[in-house]
């Protein structure tokens, strides 16, 4: 199966790993290749490319698109358990590593994968297509974890009037497509949020982040990238919503501390120095032109630090 994705801030995020012709490198999200391409254009034959990715759909893309190179190293698993998996292929440290966290664009226009609002479908939502579904969740939590994701991970401020909604429609019958659970959002939030975008926007988002533990799986992969790098070795994260830039806002900057005594101590006695170096002291944004060619980028930012 064919998996499109339109790759974004490809050239930046690249860039900001400041490639070295025979270095060692990870895609920790290879999707369908884009920056692994773009990597692999910029290394020479004495380079390495570790390719990672959880979704069967991905890992067969790449597999075939660089069937050949022996650079190349695919590794089917999540990108969360990156220093595992990488130490289990051999590798005892890496000059960089890219992550374009979240949905791609093979997973949101693949109907059967679930992930739209937009078109009916399973209710399935499942990055690595293993393991408990978006209807699963949306089906037997009960009303406060229901609440409480849909708030935290969506950021929505009807989360509880959508979750009574659904506690409501599933005592009927069970939940099972896409358009059912949009439905119930649109049903169960103010006329006015109808008119800003589509009304299930955010709780779609809630239920994905949370069937597929994306908030932990980029922690674990920011500490993971980070204890595998060398001396030198870059990070560049590209992410699309608040919570995952805060989150690794918050990794580049807590890496970055030195002392962290108070101002009146005479001399640090807290031993602590800087681990990292921040590159980009503001996120950089896609330009005009690629939000014209790629209207989803809209929300991407990019950051990268340097091991010290």
């Known amino acids: ?99 374009d966290i979240g949905v791609s ?13 937009h078109e009916e479908a399973p209710l399935d939502m499942r990055m690595s297509q293993s393991g408990a579904t978006a209807a699963d969740l949306v089906n037997t939590l009960d009303i406060g974890e229901l609440s409480r994701i849909i708030s935290l991970y969506g950021e929505e401020k009807y989360a509880y009037s959508i979750a009574k909604g659904i506690i409501r ?27 800003d975008g589509h009304p299930a926007r955010k709780t779609f988002q809630a239920i994905r982040i949370a069937v597929n533990h994306e908030l932990e799986e980029l922690e674990n992969g920011l500490e993971g990238a980070f204890e595998l790098l060398n001396k030198g070795g870059r990070l560049s994260v590209i992410t699309f919503h608040s919570l995952e830039d805060r989150i690794v806002k918050q990794f580049m900057k807590g890496k970055a501390q030195g002392c962290t005594c108070p101002k009146d101590f005479p001399v640090c006695v807290c031993g602590n120095k800087p681990k990292v170096r921040i590159i980009t002291g503001k996120p950089i944004l896609p330009s005009d032109g690629e939000l014209e060619l790629n209207p989803r980028a809209r929300s991407a930012k990019l950051r990268v630090c340097e091991k010290l």
């Open 169 to 195: 429609y599933r005592g009927t019958k069970p939940i099972e497509t896409t358009t059912e659970l949009a439905e119930i959002v649109k049903e169960n939030v103010p006329q006015r949020v109808r008119r």
């Open 105 to 117: 664009s093979h997973q949101l226009d693949e109907r059967s994968r679930g992930f739209s609002y």
């Open 1 to 99: 199966m064919e998996f499109s994705h339109i790759t974004v801030l490809l050239k930046e995020a690249v860039d900001g790993l400041d490639i070295k012709g025979d270095g060692v490198y990870a895609d920790g999200t290879a999707g369908g290749g884009g920056h692994s391409a773009e990597i692999l254009s910029r290394l020479s034959k004495d380079g390495a490319l570790y390719c990672i990715d959880r979704d069967p759909d991905a890992i067969a893309t790449v597999t075939e698109r660089f069937s050949g190179d022996g650079r190349v190293h695919i590794v089917n698993g999540r990108f969360g358990d990156i220093a595992t998996l990488l130490k289990d292929e051999g590798v005892s440290g890496l000059d960089g590593v890219i992550l």
